[in-house]
């Protein structure tokens, strides 16, 4: 995709970001603590982070005494989905911020996720499905093993290694992972897998061996993608899973060129099906906010693999130390 | 039922779904094998539209059920109970096709 066209979707779909912030801001009020985190993703990827450290610490303090988050931020239970993404912002976040109250609650979000283990590896929420479930922990402790602490990263190497080994273990032989339950078509979950829990470990030190995996998953997600560019009948969601998925796995094996095709025709799509402000979960239906965070977030991912530093793409899964570049045009229109 | 029909039945084809309004509510129409069915189009998860979802069975009686394009939970057609887990469903209407038209009819109010 054109990078002008990157960068003008970038501003234009930031601006409307911005313009709903009264919809994601904790500190406008009460919120689905799901969008929240979709938020402050973006909020990171914009390199937006040093100015809005009153949403860390409105997260911080919605965080429960037993160191999760609960899917609303008044509802009272935790659940693990929500609070790793809600651990992965604050760890991220506080890469830029370094706050103490944000670290400490970094910290008590790793014990929650301690405590919380199964003894096979997995993690559990009602919600989801556990291999999807799981992948979110792992995410999180994928990236505390690349910023956190050595104080942080002790605890965490061993529950770490059995959430993993939990995900390996589900990979099925045509190289997706499938939820019996929760997603029999294996699109979705394959998508977060991949990108979320396994290929981390090729840039850690204490990393499993997955590159095989890797390969086998990309190579899935590829082959799956529809004639028109997307995946799961023009679901917007899934899609933008897929690609992002495409985008780091392939960065980080070298196979550009073999997703090239996929990634340019997914991206073509995503920008066609886009609402005058945000995007839809199909195309055609009215906006979704958290949607509308997935398609910036797809975007400065894609910015990302155009970068000639084949780190860069990494860097924005929080994978690897460092902060990614915006591309100069970008950076000069925000 | 002496509200106004909301489609057609040539409209939903067996296999078919389609999006109407009633009372305001969106509502998921779904013919499976002759048998017209309607649930609330939003998942009580995270919103999906139902009528973009698969239509499967239920593995352990067979009944047909709809299954949420986003995060995949899954809703029997006929009750609107949420087969995944112990989590909200989405409510189901009764559909009647008479003189050419489909009626939904809404639960009473309250």
Redesign the interface.
């Known amino acids: 995709m054109d990078l002008d066209r990157v960068t003008a979707l970038i501003e234009s779909e930031y601006g409307f970001f911005q313009r709903e912030r009264a919809r994601w801001s904790l500190t406008a009020g009460p919120q689905d603590m799901e969008l929240v985190a979709h938020a402050l993703r973006v909020i990171l990827h914009m390199g937006k982070a040093e100015e809005s450290l009153p949403e860390y610490l409105a997260l911080a303090a919605a965080q429960h005494p037993d160191g999760g988050w609960g899917r609303e931020s008044a509802e009272k239970e935790s659940a693990a989905w929500v609070s790793a993404f809600m651990g992965l912002m604050l760890i991220r976040g506080n890469a830029v911020l370094k706050h103490p109250v944000i670290e400490q609650s970094v910290l008590k979000a790793v014990r929650y996720f301690l405590d919380s283990q199964k003894p096979d590896g997995r993690w559990k929420d009602a919600e989801w499905g556990d291999l999807d479930t799981t992948s979110h922990p792992v995410s999180f402790f994928n990236v505390v093993l690349a910023l956190g602490t050595e104080a942080m990263k002790a605890p965490v190497r061993p529950a770490w290694r059995k959430g993993l080994r939990f995900i390996l273990q589900g990979q099925s032989e045509d190289g997706g992972w499938y939820d019996p339950v929760f997603h029999p078509s294996g699109v979705e979950t394959t998508a977060h897998l991949v990108q979320d829990a396994v290929i981390a470990s090729l840039f850690l030190p204490e990393g499993l061996p997955v590159r095989p995996a890797c390969e086998k998953g990309l190579r899935w997600i590829l082959n799956h993608q529809e004639a028109e560019g997307s995946w799961d009948e023009k679901n917007v969601d899934h899609t933008m899973d897929c690609t992002r998925s495409a985008l780091l796995i392939s960065r980080s094996l070298r196979h550009e060129v073999l997703a090239r095709p996929t990634v340019e025709k997914a991206m073509d799509w995503i920008a066609a099906s886009k609402n005058e402000n945000g995007w839809p979960d199909f195309p055609g239906l009215e906006t979704s906010l958290e949607r509308t965070c997935d398609g910036l977030d797809t975007l400065l991912k894609y910015q990302a693999w155009c970068l000639k530093d084949p780190l860069a793409t990494a860097r924005r899964w929080g994978y690897v130390t460092g902060e990614t570049a915006f591309l100069p045009a970008v950076e000069a229109k925000l | 039922m002496d509200r106004p029909g909301v489609a057609k039945p040539e409209e939903i084809p067996p296999g078919a779904s389609k999006l109407v309004t009633v009372d305001g509510k969106e509502v998921a129409l779904f013919n499976v094998e002759g048998c017209l069915y309607a649930l609330g189009n939003r998942c009580p ?5 139902l009528v ?1 979802g ?1 239509l ?1 069975r239920l593995p352990d009686s067979g009944a047909w059920a709809v ?1 949420c ?6 809703f029997d057609l006929a009750s609107g109970k949420n087969a ?4 909200a469903g989405t409510p189901s209407y009764p559909v009647i096709c008479r003189d050419g038209e489909v009626f939904v009819e809404p639960p009473p109010p309250g």
């Open positions: 998860h995270r919103g999906g539209p973009r698969r499967e299954r394009p986003i995060h995949g939970w899954l995944t887990g112990p989590h």
